[in-house]
């Protein structure tokens, strides 16, 4: 049998995991051919001279003409006027299909422009790096990682399958759920995560600036980027996360409002009874908090979602580990 799964396919979007399907097609010979389409003609030059696409093509309506399978890779925000320029050139029997972090909106926004005849199977690979761009990308981004699929109800079985097949091919592990479900799991174990980190970081980065300002007026000597060169590996690990492109999660969070609010609803109550029990010296419930915890992340281990970890004198010592 054929590896080839796809004959045609278009990628609208040719950034991190544009470039990173790209590759991993190539590599294990999923596609017959590969169209890129991006906005700037400097992306299209770039993705050519990188050879993850065949051609390239700045018009989204040209870039699908023919195409078995197209997958929209740009911020979530774009999807619905992206659509609209391309659904009429869609052949009957294609598939679109996308790797949006929330998926209601994808739906709305996308499925009234796919055309009769054409199927539609939302996805969202768990995969990611905080680097953009078409350089950014490799073929084993997707491997050992979820991908999610949230085709609406009466989508045509067969071509969940083939979505499904490619996304295994590219070494994930795939689940099918219902868009609302998706969109509230992910709100908290993805979304407020990098919510918080956005948030710390920037704290940390004022409170940076008004302890400069309280040195120099103290005229005391100013020790420049102390967030920097200071960093513990927790912040660190929150500064990674706070470096991920600004306008995909803007668009996460302006297009899944309603769970990542009540997440954070909910967030905010644990930090307050975390703040009450640290003022009032509870030391056993902070104990029983952090066990419980600490568990979760030996749960992420054992399933082989702990990404690439290296452990440090610094990580044992956090870790209570004996050295």
């Known amino acids: 049998m054929s590896d080839v799964l796809f004959e045609r396919v278009a990628l609208i979007g040719l950034g991190l995991e544009g470039s990173s399907l790209g590759w991993v097609m190539k590599r294990e010979g999923l596609a017959g051919h590969i169209a ?3 906005r700037t003609q400097a992306t299209l030059d770039k993705a050519m001279e990188l050879g993850f696409v065949d051609s390239v093509d700045a018009d989204p309506a040209a870039a699908v003409a023919d195409a078995d399978l197209v997958i929209l890779c740009t911020p979530v925000s774009t999807f619905g006027d992206l659509a609209a320029k391309f659904g ?25 422009h796919i055309p009769q005849g054409v199927h539609f199977v939302p996805g969202h690979p768990i995969a990611g790096t905080e680097l953009s761009g078409p350089e950014a990308g490799f073929a084993e981004l997707f491997e050992h990682r979820y991908c999610i699929l949230t085709p609406p109800p009466g989508t045509d079985r067969d071509a969940v399958e083939k979505v499904a ?4 091919r590219a070494g994930s592990m795939v689940d099918i759920m219902d868009a609302n479900h998706h969109d509230r799991v992910l709100a908290i174990t993805s979304h407020l995560p990098h919510l918080i980190a956005y948030t710390i970081v920037g704290t940390a980065a004022d409170l940076e600036g008004q302890l400069r300002r309280e040195d120099t007026e103290n005229g005391d000597v100013v020790e420049t980027r102390e967030v920097i060169k200071y960093s513990a590996g927790g912040f660190r690990d929150f500064t990674r996360i706070a470096g991920s492109d600004p306008i995909m999660w803007r668009d ?8 990542v609010l009540e997440m954070l609803g909910r967030f905010s109550e644990d930090l307050t009874a975390l703040q009450r029990a640290i003022r009032w010296g509870e030391g056993e419930a902070l104990e029983d908090w952090f066990r419980r915890t600490r568990e979760i992340r030996r749960g992420v281990v054992e399933m082989g979602q702990a990404g690439r970890f290296i452990a440090t004198e610094e990580d044992d010592d956090a870790q209570g580990n004996d050295r």
Do not use: H
């Open 36 to 38: 890129g389409c991006a």
């Open 252 to 259: 996460v969070f302006l297009n899944n409002r309603e769970a």
């Open 165 to 168: 097949e490619l996304w295994r």
């Open 88 to 112: 009429s050139a869609l052949k009957s029997g294609a598939i679109v299909s996308d790797v949006g972090s929330v998926k209601r909106a994808v739906i709305r926004d996308v499925g009234p």
